[in-house]
């Protein structure tokens, strides 16, 4: 690819993600009912183009029982991951260009968070989520740029659970003598966003560096059973992609951070009727999910003091919440009417934290 074919594909892309009102965007997927279900029946009654979602309330038939939403864009079961990828890429390419991003899943357990940030289980490239077409994408870009721009990258993955952080890439890989020269990552992040100070962290190369990785991290995510889903996810996991990219022409050095965040289950307690460690786990999730819910909120109402020590979660990813950061949420929803009540509090979320223009905000510590 020509360097500059990529450029100017690269600026109309994010010219036209500019269009989007504001720093923060709130993407909603509806996933697809899964084969051996039963009979489907479902909440969503309509998905428009233009971001609009009507849901029915299965006790309430008819027009009383309809309520609208409107975000930034609403996927229909049906979308693929490409399709999904495509509508992001502008944003993750912008990280090369020296942009701190965030993208979130957030939705309860067993709505697609997971499809869409790593994709299903032993996925082949065609089933892809976020993480790997991310990755790959910044891996073509700075390819086709070398000799203008060279760039390094490096990555992190940890998981928060119970509030506490766990490095998911910690001894494992030194054994394997992964290569590890990331100075200058260690000592240049911390003003620009570094996640986690005492996390490691490992130059990648290639896709299949980031695969051989994110296999590690994600066999020693947390994950346990729970009323509601065998693989149910009570901890919230993050893969940090840090970029440092040189002009060759003037010396000048650019730093990006593109933070990729599995959320934990938003779904309520009562719901999946726990008790002892589980509870505790799940006020931990409702804890730091309110938080995020919380800190986008003040930066959208100009608030002098913005709540990010709240919770562990918002205190790691501070620097790219708010000023020039931007962030994307996919909002996940089961479309099963039997998830009608957790699928309405998290369209109330998504409600309050769109719209929100995170920019125009003052960060404060
Ligand atoms: P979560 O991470 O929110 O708990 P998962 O991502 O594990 O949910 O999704 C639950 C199940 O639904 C998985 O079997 C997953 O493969 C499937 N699934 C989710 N979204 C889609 C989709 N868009 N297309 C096909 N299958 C999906």
Redesign the pocket.
């Known amino acids: 690819e020509n360097y500059h074919a990529v450029l100017t594909e690269n600026r109309k892309l994010f010219n036209e993600l500019q269009e989007l009102k504001g720093n923060i965007r709130v993407f909603c997927?509806v996933?697809?009912f899964?084969p051996g279900q039963g009979a489907p029946n479902t909440v969503v009654e309509h998905v428009g183009e233009d971001g609009e979602l009507v849901v029915t309330n299965p006790t309430r038939p008819g027009k009383d029982g309809l309520r609208q939403f409107r975000f930034n864009k609403v996927y229909s079961?049906n979308?693929t991951q490409a399709e999904v990828f495509s509508d992001i890429k502008p944003l993750v390419r912008s990280v090369l260009d020296g942009f701190n991003v965030c993208i979130f899943?957030y939705?309860?357990?067993?709505?697609?968070?997971?499809?869409?940030m790593t994709g299903?289980?032993g996925a082949s490239e065609e089933d892809w989520g976020v993480n790997y077409r991310a990755l790959n994408d910044l891996f073509k870009i700075s390819q086709s740029r070398k000799g203008n721009i060279n760039y390094e990258v490096g990555v992190q993955m940890v998981e928060i659970y119970n509030e506490q952080v766990l490095d998911l890439l910690s001894d494992n890989i030194s054994q394997k003598k992964y290569p590890f020269s990331t100075s200058w990552i260690l000592s240049t992040t911390s003003e620009n966003g570094l996640a986690v100070p005492d996390a490691s962290m490992y130059p990648v190369t290639s896709t299949s560096d980031v695969i051989t990785l994110m296999d590690i991290g994600l066999q020693n995510r947390s994950v346990g059973a729970t009323a509601m889903?065998e693989?149910?996810?009570r901890s919230h996991s993050i893969v940090t992609v840090h970029v440092r990219g040189k002009d060759m022409k003037t010396g000048s050095v650019l730093y990006g951070n593109l933070h990729l965040v599995?959320l934990a289950?938003s779904e309520r307690v009562d719901r999946s009727e726990v008790k002892g460690d589980r509870l505790r786990e799940a006020q931990h999730i409702n804890k730091s999910l309110s938080s995020l819910g919380d800190v986008i909120f003040s930066l959208a109402s100009k608030s002098s003091h913005i709540p990010y020590r709240n919770s562990k979660l918002t205190q790691l990813l501070q620097s790219s919440l708010g000023g020039r950061a931007k962030t994307l949420m996919f909002v996940?929803l089961n479309p099963d009417a039997t998830s009608y009540s957790e699928s309405m509090s998290t369209l109330k979320f998504a409600e309050r934290v769109s719209g929100v223009e995170l920019g125009a905000a003052k960060s404060s510590k």
């Open positions: 997927r996933r697809p899964l079961p979308a899943a939705g309860q357990t067993g709505s697609g968070k997971t499809y869409t299903p289980d889903n693989r149910s996810s599995d289950g996940q």
